[in-house]
């Protein structure tokens, strides 16, 4: 007998998941509170045209990812363009999206470092939980 997923979210995050563990040929329910998939990345139509609402660029180090989505979405790379985000109280730009490394730059690494470490548990379980579905 399949096992049960219940995704609760319709957008990016929830389509994606949904994708997946759909190759792993699960019992999916996939519910949103809109009647609408996409939410954040939805494409609406207006007077038959396609307006798409929200990312413009995909930003990963992740080749995993960018192949993954690569192959449902074919992207056109933008290896020209640099994507940085300036934090003002340190007065420097750093890699966007901020890269791990980057907090080791920071002045207040000691603190955002403190802060990641307490989250830390969750993400291990949250992994736990993805490798044993998947
Ligand atoms: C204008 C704009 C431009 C952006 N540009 C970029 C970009 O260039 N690059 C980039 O990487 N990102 C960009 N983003 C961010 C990106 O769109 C979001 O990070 C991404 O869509 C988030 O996806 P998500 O699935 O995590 O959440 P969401 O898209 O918010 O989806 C959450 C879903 O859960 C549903 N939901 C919530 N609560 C409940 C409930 N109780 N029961 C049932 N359903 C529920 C909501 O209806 C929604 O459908 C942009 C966003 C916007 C708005």
Redesign the pocket.
Known sequence: MKKKILI?????????MAHQLNDKKYDITL????NS??????TSFYGGHPYT???????TFNKKVFNYLNKIVPMRLCGDHQFLTYVESDNEFYNY?LHYDDVKKMPDKKKIFKELNKKKKYFLKIQKILRTTG
């Open positions: 609760i979210g319709g957008g990016f995050a929830g389509c994606a519910v949103d509170k809109n998939l996409g939410a954040g990345v939805r609402f929200g990312p413009r660029h995909f930003l999206p």
